[in-house]
C-alpha cells in the first residue's frame, strides 16, 4: 500500500458514509437500510381506508390524503414518488404491522434485536447478515466494511475487516476543524481530506441538504455492488426517525430522503437492478396516537419494505389488526400481527435460493419454528 492509499484508508476510516459491504460468490446484491430511531410505519404508509385513522392521527394523516393509493386501505407518503413508481412496475412490496420480537421501547435493545436476529436484546453476540454469509454461496466469504465501525448485523464469525476499531469514538466536530485547519498548507493531504469530509456528510440523517446526500449514498453503493467483482451484501445505516416533535415536516424530509436513496441505488446498478433484493427495517414503530408536541412516541407495529427487480410488487403484506384501541399494543400502539423474522428470512430465502427453514434457522435460530413468510419474490 502506498502513502496516498494508506492516507485515502485512514482517512475513510474515519469518516466514510456507515456502509458495509460483504462479498460472496453469487450475482445476487442484497442491501439492508435500517431506519435508526423508531420510522412511524402509519406515517410512510398511512391505513386511510380504517375508520379510525384520522381521528387517531389527526395533521399527521393530511398529507397520506394526498399520497399514492396503494389499495382500498393503505396510501403511501407522497414524499416517496420514487417508491411510489417501482410500486407500479410491480418492484416494490410493503409489509405493515410487522414488528421484531421486541417488545419494549428502547432503541438501542429494539437495535440489538433486529440487528442479531434474536428474541431478546444482547442474547445473541453476532448478527443475521454475518451468519447470512455461510448461507449464502461462497468463495473466500470475506467481509469488507467501509465505516468506522461494523454495524452489529454484520458481525460475528466470518471476518469483516474495517479501517477503524470499532472501539474509537465518532471524532467531534472541534477535532474536524482542528485537522482541516492543520492541512490546509498540505495540497495533497487537503484535498484528501475534504473528500473524506464531504463523504462523512453522506451518513446519518437523510433530510440533509434537501435528501442530496441520501441520493449520493445511494449513488456510492451503487457503485460498489455493481461490478462483477464487486461487494454482494451491504448496509446502510440511516437516522433521524426518532419524531417525537413537529413529525409532519420532519417525516417528510427523511422519507424524501430515503426516497433520493432507493433511487439512485437503483439508477446505479442499472441491470443489475434485477438480481438486488433491498430491504428497508426499523427497530419498532411509534404510538397510534399524536403527542402534545405534534409528533409520536416509541410505539411497537411498523412497516417494512422490499425493492428491486425480483420482487413480487405492487401489494401491501398485512394481517391489519385495525386502529380502533380495543385493537391496540397495549392500549396505544398498531398491533403485529406479522413476524419481521419471518419476513425478512422468506425474502432473503427466496433472493439467494436458500431453503426457508434453513434461512431461519440461521438468520433468526430463536424463531427458527416460525415459517418463513414465502412468495415475496418472483422465483
Do not use: C
Not at 424530509?253 to 426516497?259: E, M, S
Not at 410505539?299 to 405492487?314: C, D, E, I, S
Request: glycine share 12%.
Amino acid at each position: 500500500m502506498d502513502r496516498r492509499a494508506f492516507l485515502t484508508a485512514g482517512l475513510l476510516g474515519t469518516f466514510a458514509p456507515r456502509i458495509a459491504f460483504a462479498r460472496a460468490a453469487t450475482a445476487k446484491r442484497f442491501v439492508f437500510v435500517i431506519q435508526r430511531g423508531a420510522a412511524d410505519g402509519l406515517g410512510t404508509i398511512g391505513a386511510v381506508g380504517d375508520p379510525a385513522f384520522i381521528g387517531a392521527r389527526g395533521d399527521l394523516a393530511a398529507d397520506l390524503a394526498a399520497g399514492t393509493k396503494l389499495d382500498a386501505m393503505f396510501a403511501l407518503h407522497p414524499a416517496m414518488t420514487s417508491a411510489a413508481a417501482l410500486y407500479g412496475k410491480g418492484q416494490a412490496l410493503f409489509a405493515h404491522a410487522i414488528a421484531s420480537p421486541y417488545r419494549d421501547r428502547s432503541h438501542f435493545d429494539g437495535q440489538n434485536v433486529l440487528e442479531t436476529g434474536g428474541t431478546g436484546a444482547y442474547q445473541l453476540k453476532d448478527g443475521w447478515m454475518n451468519r447470512l454469509l455461510g448461507v449464502v454461496p461462497t468463495d473466500d466469504a470475506r467481509a469488507i466494511a467501509i465505516a468506522a465501525t461494523v454495524p452489529m448485523a454484520l458481525r460475528g464469525q466470518r471476518e469483516v475487516a474495517s479501517y477503524a476499531p470499532s472501539s474509537l469514538p465518532d471524532a467531534s466536530d472541534d477535532l474536524l476543524a482542528r485537522v482541516t485547519q492543520l492541512y490546509a498548507g498540505d495540497q495533497q493531504l487537503h484535498a484528501l481530506w475534504g473528500e473524506a469530509l464531504a463523504t462523512r456528510q453522506l451518513t446519518s440523517d437523510l433530510s440533509q441538504d434537501n435528501g442530496r446526500n441520501a441520493a449520493a449514498t445511494g449513488a456510492l453503493a451503487a457503485r460498489l455492488l455493481a461490478p462483477a467483482n464487486g461487494a454482494r451484501i451491504a448496509m446502510i445505516e440511516t437516522g433521524g426517525w426518532d419524531t417525537h416533535a413537529g413529525q409532519r415536516g420532519r417525516l417528510a424530509a427523511q422519507l424524501k430522503g430515503l426516497d433520493a436513496m432507493i433511487a439512485a441505488l437503483q439508477a446505479g446498478l442499472g441491470p443489475v437492478w434485477d438480481d438486488t433484493l433491498v430491504l428497508v427495517a426499523t427497530e419498532f414503530g411509534r404510538t397510534v396516537a399524536v403527542n402534545g408536541t405534534g409528533g409520536t412516541d416509541h410505539g411497537t407495529g411498523t412497516a417494512a419494505m422490499l425493492f428491486g427487480g425480483g420482487v413480487k410488487g405492487g401489494r401491501v403484506v398485512a394481517d391489519w389488526p385495525g386502529l380502533a384501541t380495543a385493537n391496540l399494543y397495549d392500549a396505544r400502539d398498531l398491533k403485529p400481527t406479522t413476524p419481521l423474522d419471518a419476513f425478512i428470512g422468506g425474502a432473503v430465502a427466496d433472493h439467494f435460493g436458500v431453503d426457508p427453514a434453513r434461512a431461519m434457522a440461521a438468520l433468526f435460530p430463536a424463531s427458527a419454528r416460525t415459517a418463513a413468510i414465502e412468495g415475496l419474490l418472483r422465483t
